[in-house]
């Protein structure tokens, strides 16, 4: 009897014991939960504040520039440019004084690529305070080239593109510097110089071309691609390689035009595709040049590999 005894008392402990646990499990649970709504209110209110911050900064940000524009005593002078196919454009510049004397004189200056030396034009009011000035210009009208080389072999990859030097270099022949100057009495106020890019104006006619030497074990891949211009009549017809030895021309071979979609429903002149070399070895002394040919007849050539 005393061993049933016993045994019934420690069935009655456990029982009490899996209430407790599971009361306890209970009451962590709902903790738990608790803690997890506050995490979640915590966020909640911290992605708000993080909100009405930005926003308030915006605002803040927005005051200051009205309020500087306000204060500044000439507005931002905004550009307009129009091309021709004769490689010529037009440049308008606008912008208001708004602190003007009767004596005052408003002139613009501007320089054209890597010059220096700033050329002068009084400017045209066109209204009170709203003056404008016309600068003709000769637009170097070309495409816009990107050439990639990739050399591997079985242990070695690597990967050359144009040198970032030279890009600045292209980059500053096409840009017009300008800023503006008021003077009276013996004062003058000079506005701060602006930029702006004019280059891709003309690459714009002729579109972009990539270019991509693959070089593997001594042997050269080459790829060309076109992206169509403005005009789409205005395509690559023709690629040419010519291959050089110093500066010595050894060489002319014609790259192979490959479609990439041949669908028969699509139109010849909206199939899309590019051009390829493939197998040429490397040489000594190897200097290779790209000549595209549009269809307009106008030819450009390129430097791909020196």
Known sequence: MDRHKWVGVFRGFIVVALISSMIMNVNLLSKMEQLEN????????????????????????SVLNDFVNEQSWISRINVEVTTTKEKKADAFFEWQVKELQSTSKVVFHYAYGNHDDYTTIPAEEIQQGLYRV???????????????????????????????????????????KYFVTV????????????????????????????????????????????????????VVEKAFLLKYEGEQLIGEEEFEYIVDNDDENIPPEHQVGFFQINELKKYENMRLVIRVIYSNGETFDKVVYN
Do not use: C, R
């Open 38 to 61: 506050q995490v979640n209110n915590l966020s909640g209110n911290q992605h708000t504040i993080m909100s009405n911050v930005n926003s308030q900064t915006s605002q803040i940000q």
């Open 183 to 234: 003077s009276y009495d013996n004062l003058v106020k000079s506005s701060e110089i602006q930029t702006e890019y004019l280059g891709h104006y003309g690459s714009s006619y002729y579109g972009l071309i990539h270019s991509n030497i693959h070089i593997h074990n001594e042997t050269l891949h080459i790829t060309l691609a076109h992206n169509y211009a403005n005009d789409p009549s205005m």
């Open 134 to 176: 016309k600068v003709p210009f000769d637009l170097k009208i070309e495409p816009e080239w990107e050439n990639g080389i990739y050399i591997s072999s079985e242990n070695h990859e690597e990967t050359k593109t144009e040198e970032e030097p030279n890009k600045i270099a292209e980059y500053n022949q096409q840009t017009l």
